[in-house]
């Protein structure tokens, strides 16, 4: 079966692409009977606290509008009703708290019917929570998604919340998500206690529609591990709005020749390729406090003036250790996102000509190793000494045929969105591959990409935008002055005319025979290295 709040543009910007409007809110059932909730318990628990970290602290729209967390053993409890995701950390930490201290070793008595009980209460619990609380009124999804975890047998679990639900009321149940944890068993009679009884090759075979009708039921197997309970929990965080596709992928109209002086009336219809967009990583400018090398150009917030304290004072370089040599066919361009940085051999001016010709030796055969072994550099950025960080930011060093590297930020763990890719072995019909083939037929093709030939229309924009703002400001003060003119202030005289004060430029000083030439522009901006490279050398560390 299928398997904080940050003010500013910035986070709706990220978001623009996918709408996130259709979030369902999340119901998360927990199977803690023992005994093998002591072995998946601090596994869950751990996935539950790193991924309401996340969640909790996302920008822009809600992602998990709504959450709650039932336990299920000999009993049913509530752990949490209905509450929001974003900023409330506390109250979602106190509950993995709270799951985490049920009882790990007990009897064993299982009751199957309670997380039948448990799928019918949280239905209602969400049906009184639309009702009386005002929050409700800004939920889109009129409907939940249900994610039962167990370690019993995901098939056994999976039919007999069938059975169970077949002839309740499941409008507002949009899908179930049965979940098995699977736990390696190392004394077989613990199978022998647990293992429900086996549903007979018939009942298996029935379908699903004869017993739950309007719902989605899937079931997902996945292993015991922290990794593997996030990317479940993470599932959440993907757009879930399918009622329409979100893209569009126009190719032009097979036979027909592209000429750009044809009118659009009288163009082919172009052949349509309907699409959904998913994320793969969740945007660290989605995040508070994420140090960040490559996404400092992102934000106005990038390029506050520094204050006085700091504006005598030169910026230490950025220093990048590199951690690990990787095969560049075997970085993903999946995990590579943010904007690239060029990094070249620097030109400090302070730096004496012995030293910068030596730098740019070292740097010209560093270049030249990746470049001949095929090679990419995993590196890291080194915190700030003093700033008291203990976050890093991971890059990839990628070679290139002038002097010169690229420098791209990559994914990490904590930002990876679970991504199931599908693979055929298949072929496509012949008759679709012959129209896809004749559609590409028809597109100029060019050896080398050119971005010169490309315009964007941003000039004509930026200019229509600056005149309109600078015409709208010049009225309103215009206004503002003639407001003035119009009520003088009791007991003056009104002024007859503008009066212009002249004030004569002061003298130079003459210039002293020991100072400094002027900066130029370019002495600006290589007074210091901006970034430094680590290489480890055995003893030392060989700065580039």
């Avoid at 299928?2 to 910035?10: D, E, K, V």
């Avoid at 069938?162 to 190392?186: A, F, P, T, W, Y």
């Avoid at 005598?312 to 943010?338: F, T």
């Avoid at 740019?360 to 080194?382: G, I, K, N, P």
């Amino acid at each position: 079966m299928s398997g904080r709040n940050r003010s500013g543009p910035l986070a709706s910007q990220v978001c623009c692409a996918l709408s996130f409007c259709r979030q369902p809110p999340r119901v998360l059932i927990v199977d803690t009977s023992p005994p093998w909730w002591s072995e998946t318990c601090s596994v869950l628990c751990e996935a539950l606290e790193n991924f309401f970290s996340l969640a909790s602290a996302l920008g822009g729209p809600s992602r998990v509008p709504l959450l709650s967390l039932y336990a299920v053993n000999l009993q049913l409890e509530c752990l949490l009703p209905f509450v929001q995701v974003k900023s409330n950390l506390v109250r979602l930490h106190s509950c993995v708290e709270e799951l985490r201290s049920l009882p790990k070793e007990g009897c064993i008595r299982p009751r199957p019917e309670l997380l039948k009980q448990a799928v019918l209460d949280s239905l209602q619990q969400f049906k009184h929570y639309v009702h009386l609380s005002s929050l409700g009124n800004d939920l889109k999804s009129s409907s939940i998604e249900v994610t039962v975890m167990s370690s019993k047998p995901g098939q056994a679990v999976l039919r007999q919340l069938e059975q169970g639900l077949k002839d309740s009321d499941l409008v507002s149940l949009r899908r179930l998500l049965v979940v098995h944890i699977v736990v390696e068993q190392n004394l077989p009679e613990r199978e022998l206690v647990w293992s429900p009884e086996p549903c007979s090759t018939k009942h298996m075979d029935e379908p699903e529609e004869d017993l739950m009708l309007g719902a989605e039921i899937d079931l997902q197997l996945v292993e015991n591990s922290v990794v593997a309970v996030e990317n479940v929990l993470k599932a959440w965080l993907h757009d879930q709005a399918g009622e329409r596709e979100q893209l569009q992928l126009l190719l032009p109209a097979p036979g027909q020749a592209l000429n750009p002086k044809t009118k659009p009336s009288h163009r082919p219809n172009p052949v349509c390729i309907k699409c959904d967009m998913q994320e793969r990583l969740v945007s660290p400018a989605l995040l508070p406090g994420t140090p960040d090398l490559v996404g400092k150009t992102e934000s106005v917030r990038d390029f506050q003036p520094p204050s006085k304290s700091q504006s005598n004072q030169n910026p230490l370089p950025q220093r990048l250790r590199i951690v690990k040599a990787l095969r560049a066919d075997g970085v993903c361009q999946s995990v590579l996102y943010g904007l690239p940085m060029i990094i070249r051999p620097t030109t400090c001016w302070q730096l004496d000509w012995d030293e910068m010709e030596k730098n740019h030796q070292t740097f010209h055969a560093l270049c030249h190793t990746l470049r001949t072994r095929d090679w990419s550099l995993l590196v890291r950025l080194e915190p700030e000494f003093g700033s008291g960080s203990s976050m890093f930011s991971y890059y990839i060093l990628q070679s290139s045929a002038s002097l010169s590297l690229l420098l791209k930020p990559i994914l990490t763990r904590e930002l990876m969105l679970p991504c199931n890719l599908p693979t055929t072995n298949e072929d496509p019909p012949l008759n679709t591959l012959t129209v896809v083939q004749r559609c590409l037929e028809q597109l100029e093709e060019d050896p080398v990409f050119n971005p010169l030939c490309l315009h964007a229309n941003l000039y004509p924009q930026l200019k229509m935008r600056g005149l309109v703002s600078r015409s709208y400001g010049s009225h309103s003060q215009n206004q503002g002055r003639g407001q003035r003119r119009e009520r003088p202030a009791e007991g003056s005289t009104p002024r007859q005319g503008r009066v212009r004060a002249t004030v004569a430029p002061l003298a130079s000083a003459p210039p002293s025979k020991m100072s400094r030439p002027p900066l130029t522009l370019s002495h600006s901006r290589a007074y210091a290295p901006s970034l430094c490279l680590l290489v480890d050398d055995g003893d030392n560390d060989s700065p580039i």
